[in-house]
């Protein structure tokens, strides 16, 4: 089906703006579709393995130390190895 045939269609789930948004650029953003409890408790999970991870010197079960974490106050500097700066 083209953009336009889906989009002639009535709308269910998205608004008709949120479908005419997602074809122009490719995506569509729905506020609070993901309740807020649930993105403490992933920010909360992933702080603690990123603590965790800090003192990981070689590769076990839960972590790989072929990525090293950068410190947010050298990420503007950094630059990856497919040419990608920040």
Do not use: H, W
Not at 39 to 58: C, E, G, P, W
Request: one cysteine or more; proline letters at 5%; hydrophobic letters at 35%.
């Amino acid at each position: 089906m083209t953009p336009e045939k889906i989009l002639s269609c009535p709308a269910r789930v998205l608004s008709q703006a949120q479908r005419e948004q997602y074809f122009e650029v490719g995506y569509v953003m729905v506020e609070n579709l993901i309740p807020a409890n649930v993105i403490d408790q992933l920010v909360d999970t992933t702080d603690k393995y990123l603590d965790r991870s800090r003192s990981v010197m070689q590769s076990d079960d839960t972590f790989d130390d072929r990525g090293r974490f950068i410190p947010a106050d050298q990420i503007q500097n950094f630059q990856f190895t497919f040419g990608t700066s920040f």
